[in-house]
């Protein structure tokens, strides 16, 4: 087949939206961090890199890079201890896999702010069920769980990890199925053990695989936002504040969107570091989907 | 350690982590049926009486029922163009020899990775110029360009997979290319797009940050911005809330459940590039 110069009636469609709706407002950010803008008083004048010079001395931006980063790490490393161990003992089984399967992708499905609710509600102070069950085990009494600041920031984690867990679960599980039959059963044979067959057999031959989650998972938990807005609010004194609440409080709290916007470039920036980054590591290992068929 | 003892601490150890993974919902659920009086008298940590009142109250609450049409509406439509403007640019991504196609599909991926927050403001301030605030089309727009690139990617994936034959056979009875995808690819691929279309569906169905900037009054309220704001205003209403998580929460669930081996398989495909 020869090529054919009519792809693009094909591609204009999607090259027209995803133009005007996300390739047009990342560089409008950018814009947009150069200027003191206030929308409703109409305030636009150019700064130059005034809101850089600002952000490099603002301790609240600093302490929300540390938090996001605290986040992003504890949280990823979660899911994929938790979610990677059930995908293991998921995959050697057979009998009412379907079932169960469906029971850990449950929490999945469902709205970043329903598991807020529901962990607010778990972790409420006076008669929510940690606590309850804490008193009957006579231990410490009325944990102020989401206003203590040692408390809050993991708590906002579980919240998290409890959604996105089972999306690392799935990668896991089907990375674990890519891999024949035999490689796990010669590492058996050869009195290898559980744990080295594990460590030297099937974690390099997964590696793929756990890079494309944690590329996902990363990404995903470095902007993370409704679990942190509706659970604490970025409170308590700011302690789990990341950079898209802290940016998007500076946005339509105190409507400085040119500020607003120079928070937005360096989460922006820190999302491309690190899909750099991890691109450079997975790649060379990965079978992209985008080769050939 | 024996074979059967293993089976039985593999099987103990997962029947755990699922009681683990399922208890935050279930005390939910379980929240929603007791009455207002017992919600914070623990134990007894089961209702010993159901009610139904947290239910009653969540659905006449105008607020609530209008933000779940809101919701329906939204993702629905977005859901559907996205599949329409995505199954076009699949089609020369995996049928055509294209020049630079793994830079296409690279720039289309790549578009997924951008943080919310960077479009948010830009967004919102072509959203007032152009009169959209508190609309559908606010939300709509905005949902089609963020599900645009997993929809591509995905249906590349799946339409990579039909033989070839098939679309030879068309081409010399005189079917235009977009006859193909539309009468002959699409068809075949009916259970790909179907899987796609559920998860964009249930993404959008979740979305926050943008429902939450672009929408004021319930004219365009979405499902989690109006349990973000659920009414409280001297107590928190625990039951009522708990009610109103369950309501919200059963369309995506439902269609995840209930089509888990399709989503499974186009993530995979889709992620994996493995079938």
Request: charged letters at 15%.
């Amino acid at each position: 087949m020869t090529r054919r110069p009519g792809a693009w009636p094909f591609l204009l469609p999607a090259v027209v939206v995803l133009g005007a709706i996300q390739l047009y407002p990342t560089l409008a950010v950018f814009w947009l961090s150069l200027e003191r803008r206030i929308p409703v008083f109409e305030v636009a004048e150019f700064v130059g890199l005034a809101n850089y010079r600002f952000l490099l001395e603002d301790p609240r931006f600093w302490q929300a890079l540390g938090t996001t980063a605290y986040f992003t790490v504890v949280s990823v490393g979660l899911e994929l201890l938790w979610g990677g161990g059930i995908a293991l003992l998921l995959h050697r089984r057979r009998r009412l896999r379907g079932l169960l399967l469906a029971g850990f992708l449950l929490p999945w499905a469902l709205p970043g702010v329903v598991s807020a609710k529901m962990f607010e509600w778990l972790l409420y102070p006076d008669g929510g069920l940690v606590n309850s069950l804490l008193g009957a085990a006579g231990g410490p009494a009325g944990i102020n769980w989401l206003g203590d600041p040692a408390w809050a920031i993991h708590a906002v984690i579980l919240a998290d990890a409890w959604r996105t867990t089972p999306f690392v679960l799935l990668l896991v599980l089907a990375g674990l199925e890519l891999i024949p039959h035999e490689v796990h059963e010669a590492a058996a044979v050869d009195g290898a053990g559980r744990w080295r067959g594990f460590v030297h057999v099937t974690l390099p031959l997964l590696a793929p695989v756990l890079g494309v989650a944690l590329l996902i998972r990363t990404i995903d938990a470095l902007r993370v936002f409704d679990v942190i807005y509706v659970l604490t609010g970025g409170g308590p004194a700011g302690t789990t504040e990341t950079l898209t609440v802290y940016a998007y409080r500076t946005f339509f709290g105190t409507l400085q969107f040119g500020y607003g916007a120079a928070l937005a470039v360096a989460t922006l920036l820190a999302a491309l570091i690190l899909a750099g980054g991890y691109l450079r590591l997975v790649a060379p290992a990965t079978r992209p989907a985008a080769e050939g068929a | 350690m024996g074979r059967g003892r293993s089976r039985l601490f593999s099987d103990l150890t997962l029947a755990l982590l699922l009681a683990a993974t399922a208890l935050p919902f279930l005390w939910q659920l379980l929240t929603s049926f007791k009455p207002e009086a017992d919600l914070l008298r623990l134990p007894p940590f089961l209702p010993e009486r159901w009610s139904l009142e947290h239910y009653a109250t969540v659905l006449a609450h105008p607020g609530l029922a209008r933000a779940l049409i809101n919701s329906t509406g939204i993702c629905l439509i977005a859901t559907l163009l996205a599949l329409g403007v995505g199954a076009l640019a699949a089609y020369p991504l995996a049928r055509t020899p294209l020049r630079g196609q793994r830079l296409w599909l690279a720039g289309i991926l790549g578009a997924s990775l951008l943080p919310v927050i960077a479009l948010v403001s830009p967004l919102y301030l072509g959203i007032r110029l152009l009169g959209l605030r508190d609309t559908w089309l606010a939300l709509i727009l905005p949902y089609l360009a963020l599900s645009l690139p997993l929809t591509v990617w995905l249906l590349t994936a799946f339409l990579r997979e039909l033989p070839r034959e098939v679309e030879e056979a068309a081409r010399l009875d005189g079917c235009s290319r977009f006859g193909i995808l539309w009468r002959i690819l699409l068809p075949l691929a009916a259970p790909g797009l179907f899987s796609t279309g559920v998860i964009i569906f249930v993404f959008n169905w979740n979305e926050f940050l943008l429902a939450l900037t672009f929408t004021a009054t319930d004219a365009s309220r979405t499902v989690p911005v109006a349990l973000a704001l659920f009414p409280g205003i001297h107590e928190v209403p625990w039951g009522d809330l708990a009610a109103a998580s369950i309501v919200v929460s059963l369309p995506p669930l439902a269609l995840i459940l209930g089509f888990h081996r399709w989503v499974v398989r186009g993530l995979t495909l889709g992620v994996l590039g493995q079938r």
